[in-house]
Structure formats: C-alpha cells, structure tokens
C-alpha cells in the first residue's frame, strides 16, 4: 500500500510532467525547441508510476514519446537540463549535443536510441553489468507498442530471460504507432504474451491508472532485486496528440476522427488521479491548487534558464568524439 | 513539359510503375499515411495487397524484400531514414547484394530500397546520415540519388525495373523543389552523368544535395568571371567516370562535393579514379569538399559546423585555381527553419513557427 506522502508525490510528478509538456508545446510554438515535440499527454501515468519510486542507481530506457519527459523527470533529471537540451543549449542535460535524446548517467539515464527499439539490447547490457555488480540495482526499460516489432526486443528478451537479468521490459501501448493502428500489425490483444514464449511474467494494466502501473512495476522490479529474473508489463493506454505537435493526425490514409479520441481525453491520468485523492481525502483543492502553481513556477523557470543559456561552444567538437 | 515538386515526381513513378507491372509493391513503416508523403494515394489505388504497412521491423522489411524478389516479385522497401540501412546491414549488404553471385548468378534480385537521406535538419545523428559511401563500398548494390523532379522520376522508374538491388536516396530538403518533367514516359539509364551546368574553369563533381548547393556557389562566382562546371554522376554505382573525365581534359582543375564524411567518403573513391584516369590533365591537387569526420550533432548551432557550406565550397574551387577573393556573401546553409516550412507546404506538419 502507498502512504499518502507516496501518493503525494506520484501526484506531483504527473502535474510537473504535465505542465513541463505545456512548456514544450510553447516552445514549439516560439521555435526555440529544436526539431519537433512528441507530446505524451494523457500518458504520463505509465513512466510516472513506474520510475516515481526507483532507486538513483536504477538505469531507465524510455520510449520515444515524450523524449524521456515521464520517466527522467521523475527519475532526477532537472527540467531546467531537459527544456535546455531541447533548446540546445550548452547547459542542457547533453550540452546542447543531443536535444531530444536526454541522458545523464548520475540518474541512471544514458540515452534514447535515434532507431526505435535500439534500446532494448542496450539495456540487457546494463543487466548484465547490474547482476554482476551485485548491488540490486534494476534496468526499467519501457519502450512504445511499435518498437516491439523489432527483432532487438527478442534477442534481449531472450538473452534477459536466459542469465535472469535484473530487467523490467514496460510497453507502452498508446494503440499507434505513428498513422499505423497497433492492432493492424500485431496480430494479438495484448502485447504482455509475447513474454510467455520467454518464460517470463507478462502483465497487462490500465495505463491511465497511475497506482495500478506502479504496483505491477514494484512487484516485477522486486523480482528483479531478488535475482529472479525479468518481467514484462503492457500498459494499455492511448495517443491523444497526433505523432508529433502539429503534424497531420492520420489513421492510415485517412484522417482520424476525433470520436475515436474523445473517450480517451476523459480518462485523462492527471484528473482521474486528482478526483481519486479528492475522494480519498489525501489531498485538498488547496493542495491541488498549491502543486499546480509549484510545478507552473518551476517548469516556468527552468524555461527562462534554459531561453537565457548560451550556446554551446562549436570547439565542443573537437572533444566530444573520443574520450582523449 | 510540367512543373512537378520532386516528392510528386516520386509519387508519379510509383504510381505508373505499380500500374505497369503487377508484380511491383510497396511496404514499409507507414506507408499508407506517408511520412514523406511520396507514397500518398497508392494504397487507395492498389489496396491493402500491395501496399503494406509494416511494424518497426528493417530486418525483416529489408529481409522480406530479398525473399519476395526470389519468388518472383519486384518489392519496393520503404525504409524513412538511409540511417536504418545500418540496421538492415546483412539483409542489404549480405543478402539482396550477394545472393545472386553466391548462387551461380540464377538469382535475380529486383528490388528498390528507399529512404530518406542526408541532413541540415538540424534533427540528431541517427536521422541525418548520408550513407552512400557504405553502399558504393559494398559490390552488387546499385546506388541512385536524384537532384532534381526529372531525375527523380526517371531514376525512380529505371530501379524499379531493374533486376538487381536498387538503393535509391532522396534527400529530405529537395522534397519540396520543383522542376519540369515530360508529360511522356520516360526513364533515365544508370551510369549516366549529368553536366548541370557547363562551365570552362573548374568541374565541380557534387553528390545528391550538393548539386543544389554547389550550383548556388557557382552561379555567384560566375559573376565574378569563373566559369564553373558542375556535374552531377546521379548514381555512384555503376559511376560515369567518363563524363567526369571528358570535363577535367577541358577544365584541368577538379573539387569534389560530398554530404558525407570526409574520411572514407566517395569523394576519396571519386577523386582516385579521375587520378588514375585523367592524372595528366590535371594542373592542381584535386580538392575535396565533405562533412567533418564527427556524427552531426543535434539542435540548432552546431550541425553547420559539420555539414560542408556553400563557403567551404567556394573556398575550395578558388584554392584549386589558386585565386584569392572576397567570399564573404556566401552564407552558411541554415535550412532547419525552411525545413520546416517545406514539410508544411507538404502537408506533414502544421506547425507555424515564429
């Protein structure tokens, strides 16, 4: 059971990641963000309630929506890096060198493969060293639905579920991938039986339920801790936003109509969980007032810190390819 | 003769091509929405049978491709980005490149592997790669990479007719360029070069978008009294070294122009051959033009620190002509911002941006 300090923060941290997306659209807007934004709204509570509670030492891979935004935030990474790197500053979390691909490696965070599905050989790599260090650490890799129609996925799975690797696969299932509806190219319901054929737990959960995502990744990362292995857990949630801010939103060759969204933007994570601790009693409309003002004043700061960093130095350069 | 944008010339040859032959098809990631929308209105004309969208799966898109060929078909694999040939290396290098050599040469392998290439979009290291240095490198692969809506087409239709593996490249930011085609059907032969323009002091070889940017430098030092040549191969392999030759005997002097590394990059292969060719023609060192030895950086200040400049190449042909002269006016390439526009004008994005 979550106390209500816990519950508290999960909360916060969906209501930071929310309005650290609103600042990313506003910076879309203004062109200061470089190359495009993939807004993750009404998906926060898939990273949010799997990351909220990992250890510093834990590694995370994350899917390309949201370029990290639910999973580093939480995890440590300050906005001020995250919003300076899409920025391309020199005081971002990559020195301005990677914009959408945030990394730091003091939260456990080393990067977001450019291929999609790229990640999921990395992170039985760092498995592998996370069981030989032998210090409980946990690889939490959450990738989106289409990337599981890579062969990496399988090799790591397999070679993850062979050595017992201290690894959480996590699928995102926002149901498209791009213009293309999940269920046109995965033949079955849920994504979690692709962990069977691996003899591995695979758990499906509502996606918008931030609890619910949380309890099925504390009970796999547990498992992971205590040496027994991998686990895969789908969250079944949905892309509100079209694949990236601003661009067309087909379904196939077509447009997609927004009855099909509708019912989703009701099932918006942040509010169920609002109503939730409302009801509950763990929070007051003063508490929600309050969070909602913290987390505008800080996503707002960060985004005058990151609009008033320099940029970085073109000598970079000559440093950054080898380490001498 | 018509205006076309290049993405249209594109979309034309698919069309006429699947229409023509049955056995032609397409597939890919999101290929019925497009992403570059130069396969739009493709599956509305031939269905879901030849027109297939695929998960996120080079392996097996490039991999499919290869098996479907040897049964008899003429796939066409839409892979996004030149980046993810990397992913798809054994089905492309090893399978659809040497099939046909490791099995007593019974085997044809007609397929046409497309993909987006090259940069100034300011978009990160694994999306503005130009690969065509690794498949020039690697025997049995044809390589194609237009520059303008005519070759685009007549390229486009030449590859998919063509029973060996076809890589054909197009770069993101020509996408939107116009230019005439016939209305007539007509194709382009591989190993052709194009003179783009003709010119008596200096050939200037340039490779895909590199033709743009190299004829922008020359049309302004024309004004200056330098005459420059510039020639466009259209496919590296099979490569027109004739055509390049022909042109150094007339100018003496050669830069070449690459999007890609400078280290190992075609410009190396390409300045060798003329060495080998036409070594006596030539009155000063061959002078290279091509991307830093770095991955390109993401964002929105250094990409054209790595990327090879309209002044980098203007230096270079005064260097070769041992000329000294004020370049001041030619700027850097920022095209992140009108990349943006274009793909407006396309209709992938609606983002105004201030």
């Known amino acids: 059971m979550l106390t209500k300090e816990q519950k508290m923060k999960l909360y916060t941290n969906l209501v930071r990641v929310r309005k650290l997306d609103e600042i990313m659209v506003k910076g879309v807007l203004s062109g200061k963000v470089c190359g495009h934004w993939s807004s993750q709204k009404g998906q926060e509570a898939v990273g949010v309630g799997a990351t909220t509670f990992l250890r510093k030492d834990d590694y995370i891979f994350f899917c390309h929506r949201g370029h990290g935004i639910t999973t580093v935030i939480p995890k440590g990474i300050s906005p001020r890096a995250f919003i300076a790197e899409h920025f391309s500053k020199n005081s971002g979390a990559c020195q301005g060198m990677g914009c959408l691909h945030v990394a730091d490696m003091e939260y456990g965070a080393p990067g977001l493969s450019g291929s999609l599905g790229g990640d999921f050989v990395l992170a039985a790599g760092m498995g592998i060293a996370a069981k030989m260090r032998a210090k409980g650490q946990v690889v939490v890799c959450i990738q989106g639905d289409g990337t599981y129609g890579r062969g990496t996925f399988h090799e790591a799975a397999l070679m993850a579920a062979n050595w017992k690797l201290p690894i959480v696969w996590g699928v995102e299932n926002n149901q498209y991938m791009v213009f293309t509806p999940t269920s046109d190219i995965f033949p079955k319901e849920n994504m979690a039986d692709l962990a069977f054929g691996y003899g591995m737990p695979g758990v499906v959960v509502d996606g918008q339920d931030v609890v619910a995502v949380f309890e099925a990744f504390q009970t796999a990362i547990e498992r992971a801790r205590a040496g027994e292995g991998p686990s895969l857990i789908e969250c079944k949630t949905y892309r509100i936003e079209p694949h990236t801010y601003g661009m067309v939103d087909k379904r196939c060759a077509g447009l997609r109509s927004p009855e099909e969204i509708e019912p989703w933007v009701k099932k918006d994570p942040v509010n169920l969980f609002q109503e939730r601790l409302l009801k509950e009693g763990v929070l007051t409309q003063a508490d929600v007032d309050r969070i909602d003002r913290e987390a505008i004043e800080e996503m707002e700061e960060a985004e005058r810190f990151a609009t008033e960093s320099p940029a970085p130095d073109p000598q970079i350069l000559k440093q950054v390819l080898y380490w001498k | ?354």
């Open chain 2, 1 to 354: 003769m018509r205006e076309v944008r290049f993405i249209q010339a594109i979309n034309e040859a698919l069309l006429e091509e699947m229409k023509r032959d049955e056995t032609v098809f397409i597939f890919g990631e999101c290929v019925r929405g497009g992403t570059f929308p130069h396969t739009n209105g493709l599956f509305e004309k031939f269905g879901k049978d030849r027109v297939l969208d695929t998960s996120i799966s080079e392996n097996a898109i490039a991999g499919a491709a290869v098996g479907a060929a040897l049964a008899g078909y003429r796939p066409i694999a839409e892979l996004m980005f030149s980046d993810f040939f990397l992913i798809a290396g054994d089905e492309i290098c090893n399978k659809a490149a040497k099939w046909r050599f490791t099995h007593g040469m019974k085997l044809k392998m007609p397929i046409v592997y497309m993909a987006s290439t090259g940069g100034y979009i300011r978009s990160d290291s694994e999306h503005s790669q130009s690969v065509e240095s690794l498949i020039m490198h690697t025997p049995g692969l044809r390589i194609a990479i237009p520059t303008t809506p005519y070759d685009a087409k007549g390229l486009l239709k030449t590859a998919i007719r063509d029973d060996d593996p076809v890589v054909y490249l197009y770069h993101k930011l020509l996408l939107t360029k116009k230019g005439e085609i016939p209305d007539e059907e007509y194709t382009i032969p591989f190993g052709l070069a194009d003179v783009k323009k003709e010119g008596k002091d200096v050939t200037v070889v340039a490779v895909g978008f590199m033709v743009d940017l190299s004829l922008g430098v020359a049309n302004k030092l024309q004004e200056r009294g330098i005459s420059v040549e510039v020639i466009d191969p259209r496919t590296l392999e099979p490569f027109d070294i004739d055509t390049i030759v022909t042109s150094v005997k007339k100018t003496k002097r050669v830069v070449i122009v690459d999007e890609d590394t400078l280290r190992c990059g075609v410009t190396g292969e390409i300045g060798m051959q003329i060495m080998e060719k036409a070594f006596d023609y030539l009155d000063a060192p061959i002078q290279r033009v091509a991307a830093a030895n770095c991955p390109i950086p993401a964002g929105w200040y250094l990409e054209e620190h790595v990327l090879p400049q309209p002044p980098d190449i203007a230096a270079a042909i005064l260097k070769v002509l041992g000329k000294d002269m004020d370049i001041s006016d030619m700027k850097k390439e920022k095209v992140g911002f009108d990349a943006v526009k274009a793909f407006g004008d396309l209709g992938i994005t609606k983002v105004k941006q201030n």
